[in-house]
């Protein structure tokens, strides 16, 4: 990268374009595996959903043949015509046992445009049908073109290859399908009804399942009966090798071409449906969204070079005349930059860089006296901060030397309140904003020592802390205020002895519970109302100075600044019984 940074800029221009352009390169035949991976699922997904209505379609060709089939047990009269013989009748039985007959078969084939002619042959040597004069050897043509029967208890089905036929001197092209028909209550066969179809008919209702891009095959034994392209060759061989697959999908090859081909065999006419769609079909249509575009991609190439091309004559050659001119400059390390001095028939791009290095150059002058005055007000607040400094200092020597004379002269109290009042000064001024929950405790046991001097025999203070609770840092200057408040509303108006607890605990989720609780006067349920209103305001919107408890709601915002929301205090109490404020914050340690 760096010795490409070096090069010009053409160079540096041609090398990312060439990048862009190979980068783009594998986009695009990463776009074109995918799409053709994409295409060809969807092919097959589109075959099997054609197949599975050309399979129901052929259903729905052959639903009524199952009407003739059963036709002797639907109609009783039918059934005792095919028992009866010929011979033992009248004539007049025998017309109208005929006239009866072939009746029903004319209607039946009139209903179905796909069957042309309906023949019955009796174990009797009866004939009926709606068209019964060439019937013999209409039956016997049948016969001759068998390829499929299949044959089990009372059931017989023979199935013919397609072949040329005539029904009342018409040539047709023929599928006959056979049924044995046998009654109910034996096992003794009574006719065999041969069914002549219009396989015209058919392949024009299969012509809706193919178009120019896939073609259907319909195969027997013998190989091809119906194809949508007349020149398709394929083998029933490598059919069969694919219907054997677990998906029933695979590669048909024929004239040099691969097909996707999806096979489903109706096993009642032993036929194999087969749909193709030639690889190269989806192929070439991938193809042609790809090739489109590549053709964008080459055009908005071309532009980006251009527009570069022209974006960088424009760049470098102002840049080039300000070089020239910054050669004229010389900057020391001890001498101010100099502004830059240039003729007035500069190029508009010259002009503007040489008034913004100008500006500049002003700017650095006044930061660097600006820079001057900052620092020596910093000198002066330091000054000034080391003088603050001394008051703290002399004031709290002053108490230690307070507490020196009052135990030399025996004035233990005094003694004891200037060494208080000195730890509670030093607490407040000396260290950080953190500090360890026992010293919290110690300089609150110094206030409330302080407190019992001048309140004496008013209040008890007990301490319930845990031990373990002691190492916790937490805000400085929380409890305080907090016992603070618990004596001067609390216990010291009150007229009997107060007791103050302050017990502390971590509960399960390694949170710190600090209680302050007294038996002191408690707050109305007024002032308590608007004091837990005070303190769900947020803490961009401040304390009020008019509001009550003001020292808890300072802490309470404190802890949340510092913690979080979820931190804080809260109060209960009840009027002339108690009033207990807890205080909520995460457990955490100090460092190692």
């Not at 099997?48 to 002797?72: F, G």
């Not at 061989?237 to 998906?247: A, M, Q």
């Amino acid at each position: 990268m760096k010795k490409i940074a070096r090069l010009p800029v053409w160079w540096q221009l041609f090398i990312g374009l060439a990048c862009s352009f190979l980068f783009s390169l594998i986009v695009i035949c990463a776009s074109f595996f995918i799409d053709v991976r994409e295409a060809e699922k969807n092919n097959w997904s589109y075959l099997h959903r054609m197949n599975s209505q050309w399979e129901m379609e052929i259903e729905t060709i052959t639903k009524d043949l199952d009407y003739l089939k059963y036709l002797p047990l639907i109609d009783k009269g039918i059934m005792t015509d095919l028992r009866n013989d010929y011979e033992k009748q009248s004539l007049k039985k025998q017309l109208s046992s005929k006239e009866y007959v072939n009746g029903i078969l004319e209607d039946i084939c009139g209903i179905n445009p796909y069957i042309l002619r309906a023949t019955i042959l009796t174990q009797n040597g009866n004939i009926y049908g709606n068209f019964v004069e060439d019937s013999l050897t209409q039956i016997e043509q049948a016969q001759a073109h068998i390829v499929y029967s299949k044959v089990s208890h009372k059931s017989e089905e023979y199935i013919t290859d397609v072949y040329e036929g005539e029904i009342n001197m018409l040539p047709y092209k023929l599928l006959t399908i056979a049924y044995a028909m046998y009654p109910v209550e034996s096992d003794e066969k009574l006719a065999t009804i041969y069914i002549d179809l219009d396989f015209e008919e058919i392949k024009k209702s299969f012509s809706v399942f193919s178009n120019d891009e896939i073609e259907c095959c319909l195969f027997n034994k013998n190989g091809i009966i119906y194809s949508s392209e007349e020149e398709n060759n394929f083998l029933l061989e490598d059919v069969k090798k694919i219907y054997e697959n677990s998906d029933h999908q695979g590669i048909l090859k024929a004239d040099g071409s691969a097909w996707n081909a999806y096979v489903v065999k109706v096993d009642d006419l032993d036929w194999y449906l087969v749909q193709c769609m030639q690889q190269k079909s989806f192929i070439f249509k991938s193809m042609k969204n790809i090739m489109l575009f590549c053709f964008w991609v080459l055009i908005v190439f071309v532009f980006l070079l251009l527009g570069g091309m022209q974006l960088i004559s424009r760049i470098t050659k102002p840049i080039s005349e300000f070089s020239d001119a910054l050669d004229q400059v010389t900057l020391h390390k001890k001498q101010k930059p100099q502004h830059i001095q240039l003729e007035e028939d500069v190029p508009k791009e010259i002009s503007t860089m040489v008034s913004g290095y100008n500006d500049l150059v002003s700017r650095i002058e006044e930061n660097i006296i600006l820079a001057y005055k900052n620092e020596i007000s910093q000198k002066k607040t330091e000054l000034q901060m080391l003088q603050y400094q001394i008051n703290p200092h002399f004031l709290y020597n002053t108490l230690n030397i307070v507490s020196a004379l009052a135990k030399l002269n025996g004035i233990d109290e005094i003694s004891e309140i200037s060494e208080c009042l000195s730890h509670i000064f030093h607490y407040n001024v000396k260290g950080g904003n953190i500090v360890q929950l026992k010293k919290e405790l110690e300089n609150l046991q110094c206030y409330v020592k302080i407190q019992s001097m001048r309140f004496p025999g008013k209040f008890d203070v007990i301490y319930n802390v845990e031990e373990d609770m002691l190492t916790c840092e937490m805000l400085k200057f929380i409890l305080q205020p907090l016992m603070e408040n618990a004596m001067e509303h609390g216990v010291i108006p009150c007229k009997r002895r107060g007791r103050i607890e302050v017990t502390g605990k971590i509960s399960s989720d390694h949170i710190a519970e600090i209680s302050i609780c007294d038996n002191g006067n408690g707050i109305s349920d007024e002032m308590l109302q608007r004091l837990h209103q005070e303190l769900k305001k947020d803490l961009q919107q401040g304390v009020n100075p008019g509001s009550s408890g003001i020292g808890l709601i300072n802490v309470h915002q404190r802890i949340k600044n510092y913690y979080g929301e979820e931190f804080g205090i809260s109060v209960e109490s009840n009027q002339g019984e108690y009033t207990c404020v807890k205080v909520r914050f995460p457990v955490l340690r100090e460092e190692v």
